[in-house]
């Protein structure tokens, strides 16, 4: 049985991947809980994942996998890692990552400040070292970086990965779970290839127990202009199978961006494309929003409420569950939303003044 948490962070993300197999796949880290308010019912982050990894008797991750460089997905990971480029950043007490997983936008873009700087300093050094990172885009997009540092674009392919191919390293036959890669793409023309490296990662994730597939979108920062493209070019490819989903992260704190330009007065009717997206959800399927809580007032921000119904009118169309982080299991005390993978598909544990139960989310069986 596998296991996914979604930590309670308002609007912030932070996912956790526990395999069955032991190995820890962590999507995003922003710890912006403030210590000093004790209003903030958002979780210590640094603190339950320290908790979880001391359970398990570990220090590192896996993988850990930055969406992008935006503050609300690295707040605090500098205090939380040891990074290999500075000795700064190094100590017994900060959790290891084996393998370093980002977008080629964080390492060739200038102009970062802060946590983004100091991240794009670690994905550098270990580009350039050759080993504990996987970067994401077209190769020849980081061809001139390599070569302002020395590095031959041949001696460092095998560290690349390009939408439309499976994450190496992770397998069904080994992990009970394969990655394939939606974003970063380069969208081709009848006169030139486009980069589209502005998005951030999105991966579809196949768990597979007993022979069942259970499938999720795993969704950063993004806009309907980039997920219609991500529709229309997997349907082009005939792998309408990469759209289909049992969960679905919702993109960018339940903003209506996600969905349209529009943002409707009572609900978002989403593009076409979007719209299609949607109703690829199995039965029984959940959706998670990592945001704020979602209330009837319309706001700048997100979330956005009218977003938040039409994915809420996505998940009641096949009988699932649509989710806030800040909520969930209530706005008074919200914890980690947790979803165990097992042979009956997704199942969403809920506590009942005691330790988690099974409550929902079951779908019927899929077979791989």
Same mark, same amino acid.
């Given at each position: 049985?596998? =296991?996914?948490?979604?930590y309670p962070l308002g609007n912030a993300d932070t996912c956790l991947f526990e395999l069955a197999n032991g190995k820890l796949l962590l999507f995003d880290y922003a710890d912006v809980r403030d210590p000093k308010d004790k209003e903030d019912k958002r979780i210590d982050l640094h603190a339950s994942l320290k908790e979880k990894?001391?359970?398990?008797? +570990?220090?590192?991750?896996?993988?850990?996998?930055?969406?992008?460089?935006?503050?609300?997905?690295?707040?605090?990971?500098?205090?939380?890692?040891?990074?290999?480029?500075?000795?700064?950043?190094?100590?017994?007490? +900060?959790i290891r990552i084996d393998e370093l997983w980002v977008p080629a936008s964080v390492i060739i873009e200038e102009g970062a400040e802060d946590e983004a700087k100091i991240l794009r300093a670690e994905a550098r050094y270990r580009l350039k070292q050759g080993e504990g990172i996987r970067v994401f885009s077209r190769p020849e997009r980081l061809a001139k970086w390599l070569e302002t540092s020395g590095i031959k674009l041949e001696d460092?392919?095998?560290?690349?990965?390009?939408?439309?191919?499976?994450?190496?390293?992770?397998?069904?036959?080994?992990?009970?779970?394969?990655?394939?890669?939606?974003?970063?793409?380069?969208?081709r023309s009848e006169e030139s290839i486009e980069d589209r490296n502005e998005g951030a990662l999105i991966f579809h994730a196949t768990f597979v127990v007993d022979g069942v597939d259970t499938r999720m979108f795993i969704i950063g920062d993004t806009i309907h202009e980039i997920l219609s493209e991500v529709v229309s070019i997997t349907k082009a490819k005939k792998r309408e199978e990469r759209l289909q989903w049992d969960i679905f992260d919702i993109p960018?704190?339940?903003?209506?961006?996600?969905?349209?330009?529009?943002?409707?007065?009572?609900?978002?009717?989403?593009?076409?494309?979007?719209?299609?997206?949607?109703?690829?959800?199995n039965d029984r399927c959940l959706m998670i929003s990592s945001s704020k809580i979602i209330t009837n007032e319309d706001t700048t921000q997100p979330p956005h409420m009218q977003a938040a119904e039409c994915y809420r009118t996505a998940a009641?169309?096949?009988?699932?569950?649509?989710?806030? =982080?800040?909520?969930?299991?209530? =706005?008074?005390?919200?914890?980690?939303?947790?979803?165990?993978?097992?042979?009956?598909?997704?199942?969403?544990?809920? +506590?009942?003044?005691?330790?988690?139960i099974i409550a929902s989310g079951q779908s019927a069986p899929r077979a791989g």
């Open positions: 049985m596998h =296991t996914i948490t979604f990894l001391q359970a398990l008797d +570990r220090s590192n991750m896996d993988v850990v996998a930055f969406t992008h460089a935006d503050d609300d997905h690295i707040h605090a990971m500098s205090e939380f890692f040891y990074l290999e480029h500075a000795k700064k950043y190094q100590g017994d007490e +900060r460092r392919r095998h560290l690349i990965t390009d939408a439309g191919q499976l994450v190496p390293g992770i397998s069904i036959k080994s992990d009970g779970l394969e990655l394939f890669v939606h974003s970063p793409y380069a969208k960018h704190h339940c903003s209506y961006l996600a969905l349209s330009s529009e943002k409707g007065k009572k609900i978002t009717m989403p593009v076409p494309d979007v719209k299609w997206l949607l109703d690829q959800g009641n169309s096949s009988e699932g569950e649509f989710i806030v =982080t800040m909520e969930h299991p209530n =706005t008074s005390n919200p914890e980690p939303i947790v979803i165990t993978i097992g042979k009956e598909g997704p199942t969403l544990l809920k +506590r009942q003044h005691g330790p988690y």
